[in-house]
């Protein structure tokens, strides 16, 4: 677990974000063209603007236990538009990353299992095995019908892989997963 | 010429008619596929989600197995795994802070730059509009399409003339004989990184594109993406229930709709991996 600044001085939070990603929430100029554009606006409780103005208001403890960040589909919209060319999508993605490095429990439950179950696939197979990731998100996000009936007419379309593929150099992938396990 | 393939995950599973199809529209352009021996996935937005040098590390590895196989230049078909590659060999110049670690990671020396193309640029720059119009047989006259590009194919790896309103795709589609229609949505995100977390952000993008075709006059959609495709093809028995008449709206991938223009039937094409079928629209 890491140490987040955030408390000591007024500019802490923005200066590590700025450590971290390299991007200054501080060259914001709040003309919300990253949230008028946002496809997920809708469904985060901080749009990527009112994010940009809390990390320079320091406001650590309500950002990393926000909702908003987790709904972010890195789709760029965002970071293409913004004037002062913040790569706004980079800054959610760091947000992300702190929530589970900091050891603060994640506001959205289901995107970091989701994360987690994935990678989890990729490091036993080497790529990913679809049908038994996303069957071992439904059972452990407990909705394990989830969309059944759009798995039942992929598979009877052979839309979908039965079963894995294993990579031959299993070995590369497991030696660099090694040194982040500690995320999954 | 010889160009080296990148599938990705994708590919081998929910989208293998757009693996199958990519494949034979390489090669009737002129030119080889070499797919990458034993590659791995790029890791994806989880990977990302995690570390930055993780989701480096494993697109690096793909880089170094084909330069390994003496290859120059790659073809992903996915922008996902174009865009973890491009970030890769960024992530590997000189200049970068990530490239010793990232050498470290994936145990190599060094790792050389190779050009990458994801399809739409690969035809627009290295088949060229003019190529590709001398290979169709069977114009696609009289067809009106949904041009989308999804959100990724944005990223300067593709490097669009106009971000907010590409062409490419567009022109590419006039090549084929058929009318691309002008419509709002073409960049619009479709979610499909929600699709299995947050279904109901990825219900209504995907209602929204699939209106915004649909008011624009398109017959279909023509998709670059397998996500995208999979996304807007799928979601559409659920988004019918709470309409009162469905979209019946095809998502076709733009290397079906190419091989039909070179030839192929429509039985050739993996259609019969769609849920909704195109068929109507290819027998008029």
Redesign the interface.
């Given at each position: 677990m890491i140490e987040i600044p955030g408390t000591q001085d007024a500019h802490a939070f923005r200066r590590f974000i700025i450590e971290r990603c390299g991007e200054d929430t501080g060259a914001c100029i709040q003309c919300g063209k990253c949230s008028a554009g946002c496809?997920?606006a809708?469904?985060m409780d901080y749009m990527p603007n009112q994010v940009m103005e809390l990390i320079r208001l320091n406001q650590r403890e309500r950002l990393l236990t926000a909702h908003s960040f987790w709904?972010c589909?890195?789709?760029?919209?965002c970071t293409?538009r913004c004037p002062h060319a913040i790569d706004i999508a980079l800054v959610m993605?760091t947000l992300?990353?702190l929530t589970?490095e900091g050891g603060y429990a994640p506001a959205?439950k289901?995107?970091?299992?989701?994360?987690?179950i994935?990678?989890d696939s990729?490091r036993k197979h080497?790529?990913?095995y679809?049908?038994g990731m996303?069957s071992r998100?439904n059972l452990a996000s407990g909705q394990p019908f989830?969309?059944a009936?759009?798995g039942a007419?992929?598979m009877a379309?052979?839309?979908?892989?039965l079963l894995p593929?294993r990579?031959?150099?299993l070995d590369?992938?497991k030696?660099?997963?090694a040194?982040?396990k500690k995320?999954? | 010429m010889q160009i080296g393939y990148f599938p990705g995950?994708?590919l081998?599973?929910?989208a293998?008619e757009y693996d199958a199809t990519v494949r034979q529209v390489v090669q009737n352009c002129g030119f080889e596929l070499v797919e990458i021996d034993?590659?791995?996935?790029c890791?994806?937005?989880?990977?990302?989600?995690?570390?930055q040098e993780?989701v480096l590390?494993?697109s690096a590895?793909n880089l170094a197995k084909a330069q390994r196989q003496g290859l120059t230049s790659i073809l992903s078909p996915c922008p996902a795994c174009h865009s973890h590659l491009l970030q890769a060999q960024q992530g590997l110049a000189e200049t970068s802070p990530h490239r010793r670690r990232i050498l470290e990671?994936?145990?190599e020396a060094s790792v050389p730059a190779v050009t990458l193309r994801h399809l739409v640029d690969f035809l627009y720059r290295d088949v060229g509009i003019d190529k590709l119009k001398a290979t169709v047989v069977k114009p696609l006259t009289g067809m009106t399409l949904a041009s989308y590009y999804g959100?990724?194919t944005?990223?300067k790896a593709i490097d669009m003339e106009d971000?907010e309103n590409p062409a490419m795709l567009d022109e590419i589609i006039a090549a084929l004989g058929a009318t691309a229609v002008d419509w709002p949505h073409k960049?619009?995100?479709c979610?499909?990184?929600?699709a299995?977390?947050?279904?109901q952000?990825v219900l209504?993008?995907a209602g929204d594109i699939l209106a915004g075709a649909r008011s624009a006059g398109a017959q279909a959609l023509v998709a670059v993406c397998p996500l995208c495709q999979a996304n807007l093809d799928?979601r559409q028995?659920?988004l019918d229930r709470k309409r009162p008449c469905p979209f019946n709206l095809p998502v076709i991938y733009l290397s079906q709709l190419i091989l039909i223009a070179q030839g192929k039937s429509f039985n050739e094409a993996g259609f019969?991996?769609?849920?909704i079928s195109p068929r109507s629209i290819f027998q008029q």
């Open positions: 496809p997920v809708p469904d709904f589909a890195s789709c760029q919209t293409i993605n992300r990353k589970l959205e289901r995107m970091p299992l989701f994360n987690r994935f990678l990729i080497g790529r990913v679809e049908l996303v998100f989830k969309d009936l759009l007419a992929m379309r052979r839309k979908i892989a593929h990579i031959r150099h590369d992938i030696s660099i997963f040194k982040y995320y999954m | 995950c994708s081998t599973s929910t293998r034993d590659w791995n996935c890791g994806a937005s989880p990977a990302d989600a995690v570390s993780l590390a494993l590895k990671l994936i145990h959100c990724l944005r990223l971000r960049t619009e995100c979610g499909a990184g929600l299995i977390t947050s279904t952000t209504r993008l799928m028995a659920e019969d991996k769609h849920l």
